[in-house]
């Protein structure tokens, strides 16, 4: 079935360039409406300009579609409810969000400053964090939205030098693992999208030819499936140089101790049973992990009493 998203408004952060740009220009190559969002600055934040959004409208509407340029700054919320505001006084509905803006500021922890932290945590946290609070509404009352938030491996598995990225990205799982709770009942899907990619980001990070070999486009590809009518809930894609995996959290089913023997040396002592991963679930909010410790508890109770 081909994805279309004709008749649909979609608002993409950090679009005028990477990742931001690809995934605005397929998104209007297939019929959406696009905020091209972009304030502008350098891959450390600094600066600002709107050639680059500016420069993509052109592009979309070079090629018929609908196109408009704002240059929000995703960590303030105001500038970001004016973005909104723009996209529905012209086209009156929001049906996609791609949380796609990021900033890197890379060190060692030890050389880090809590600034560098703090602005990392700010653009791409609260950055997602704006931008989904300004469309919730609308989505909810459209019943029907399609957000995006853009994790990374550096969150899952860890990455030196990233200890702000890691981080933040880390916590955009968090985000999106509650909201997908909060959305169901308005049809609101929140996916992440995990990407490996050649852009400013990281052309410093690898050698020219891998870089190239890493296209954007590669990743956009990905990331259509995400955000489209019959795109998956709560789905963490990987994805980079024509790879395409999943990423997920499981919990072991674990074990069971006694009151009368609980103690750090009882729960070392079941360690194999605690680890083993025969039974692992995917679990799929937070009460179902106490869930499953509270039937342990009441199994042990009846057999006890047997």
Known sequence: MTISFAGQVAIVTGAGNGLG???????????????????????????????????????????????ISHGANVANFEEVQDMVQQA?????????????????????????????????????VMGSVNCTKAVWEIMKQQNYGRIVMTTSSSGMYGNFGQANYGAAKMALIGLMNTLVLEGAKNNIHINALAPTAGTRMTEDLMPEEIVKAFAPEAVTAGMLTLCDEA????????????????????????????????????????????????????????????????????????????
């Not at 079941?270 to 009441?298: C, H, P, R, Y």
Request: proline content about 2%.
């Open 21 to 67: 740009r690809s995934h605005a220009l397929a998104l209007a190559k297939r019929g959406a409406k696009v905020v091209v969002n972009d304030l502008g600055g350098a891959r450390d934040g600094s600066g600002a300009s709107s050639a680059a959004s500016q420069e993509v409208v052109e592009l979309i509407e070079a090629m018929g579609g609908e196109a």
């Open 88 to 124: 529905m006084d012209k086209w009156g509905r929001v049906d996609i969000l791609i949380n796609n803006a990021g900033i890197l500021r890379d060190k060692s922890f030890s050389k880090m400053t809590l600034d560098d932290f703090k602005l990392v945590m700010d653009v791409h």
């Open 231 to 306: 795109a998956p809930n709560r789905f963490i894609l990987c994805a980079g140089a024509g790879g395409y995996s999943s990423a997920g959290i499981f919990e072991t089913d674990g074990c069971f101790i006694p009151t009368a023997k609980q103690s750090p040396e009882a729960v070392r002592d079941n360690w194999d049973q605690l680890t083993a991963q025969d039974n692992q679930k995917a679990l799929v909010s937070g009460a179902q992990q106490g869930e499953k410790f509270i039937m342990k508890a009441m199994a042990f109770m009846k057999a006890q009493q047997q």
